[in-house]
């Protein structure tokens, strides 16, 4: 049974308001924890509209200017999905490339961080056109 569904996970973080806390490793980890704690909520709510018992298959799209370390997202995935429906499920991520349009010159640039500015003129201003995708692609339920 495949089950197709988008979901927009992005939101903004209160953890960096604890920002001068002594361990900015654990917070990191509080973050993505926080994150998979979300998939796992919308996994389970999925799962049981489509009466099924568990995920087999899981796809995450994740832009690059998300503000997710995916390094931590899968350190702190296999306690967050414990006893879960998404459990034994296969995780594949899709990194999005992060991309802005100079609002100044309208140039079109590659980005790595949401602070790079345009490579042409030096404009501090632009449009993010993708990158901040942060979502639940599809889930295949059984
Ligand atoms: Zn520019």
Known sequence: MLHTFFSDLYHTFSFYIFCNFESITILK???ELSIALGIVKIAEDETKKANAKKVSKIELEIGV????EIDS???????????TVLEHAEKEIIVIEGKGKCIDCDTEFYMENIYDC??????NFKGILKGKELKVKSLEVI
């Open 118 to 123: 345009c490579p042409k003129c030096g404009s």
């Open 29 to 31: 980890e509080m973050h």
């Open 65 to 68: 200017l998300a503000g997710v």
């Open 73 to 83: 997202l899968n350190f702190v995935w296999s306690s967050a999905v414990e006893e």
